[in-house]
T-cell receptor
Framework: NAGVMQNPRHLVRRRGQEARLRCSPM?????VYWYRQLPEEGLKFMVY????????ESGMPKERFSAEFPKEGPSILRIQQVVRGDSAAYFC?????????????FGPGTRLTVL | GESVGLHLPTLSVQEGDNSIINCAYS??????FIWYKQESGKGPQFIID?????DKRQGQRVTVLLNKTVKHLSLQIAATQPGDSAVYFCAENYSGGSNYKLTFGKGTLLTVNP
């Protein structure tokens, strides 16, 4: 059973460009979470999605950031007009369809560097 | 501020010794706690969890202790091995708010010396 997949693993963007981060949950999981980790810090919750629904985006910056989890395909975290402060590791986690309080399993992350 | 934090940012132990990593939380409504291990360049890996109706839970070489009175959580690793070297995070979840949102502490770096 493959784990949570994320791609790309490393992404370099110049200021003002767009970044698209992809996450495929574990098989059978329909709940997806995105977290951001700054160097030497813990993970910070960004957004929680189920298929075609954003359940909680309270951790998302108000501007430039958006997320989706379409009926088909991976979840996408999109950052428009990136700035240097967006440089971080972005982790996706998924949990079983049994409920959001189930254990969250994390992917390997996408490390975004903004030049 | 953070509702979950760690007492020690770094911990260095000898191979074969037992390790204890501590974590404090401030939200008395928290009822689910998880320990994750994160190796360099990788995502957090689930180690063990515990719910607030328990005060101790054991896994393979790991034990989590929960003291709700002082809002303290600890992870004990028995016979620590070089492969245990990583950053360890505690995370909490509280039913009073968004019951799917994990709040992470800053992490403790465990270094195992051969």
């Amino acid at each position: 059973n493959a784990g949570v997949m994320q791609n790309p693993r490393h992404l370099v963007r110049r200021r003002g460009q767009e970044a698209r981060l992809r996450c495929s949950p574990m098989k059978g999981h329909s709940h997806v979470y995105w977290y951001r980790q700054l160097p030497e810090e813990g993970l910070k919750f960004m957004v929680y999605l189920q298929k075609e629904n954003i359940i909680d985006e309270s951790g998302m910056p108000k501007e430039r950031f958006s997320a989706e989890f379409p009926k088909e395909g991976p979840s996408i975290l999109r950052i428009q007009q990136v700035v240097r402060g967006d440089s971080a590791a972005y982790f996706c986690a998924s949990s079983p369809a049994g409920g959001p309080r189930d254990t969250q399993y994390f992917g390997p992350g996408t490390r975004l560097t903004v030049l | 501020g953070e509702s979950v934090g760690l007492h020690l940012p770094t911990l260095s132990v000898q191979e074969g010794d037992n390790s204890i990593i501590n974590c404090a939380y401030s939200n008395s409504a928290s009822d689910y706690f998880i320990w994750y291990k994160q190796e360099s360049g990788k995502g957090p890996q689930f180690i063990i969890d515990i719910r607030s109706n328990m005060d101790k839970r054991q896994g393979q070489r790991v034990t989590v202790l929960l003291n709700k009175t002082v809002k303290h959580l600890s992870l004990q690793i028995a016979a620590t091995q070089p492969g245990d070297s990583a950053v360890y995070f505690c995370a909490e979840n509280y039913s009073g708010g968004s019951n799917y949102k994990l709040t992470f502490g800053k992490g403790t770096l465990l270094t195992v010396n051969p």
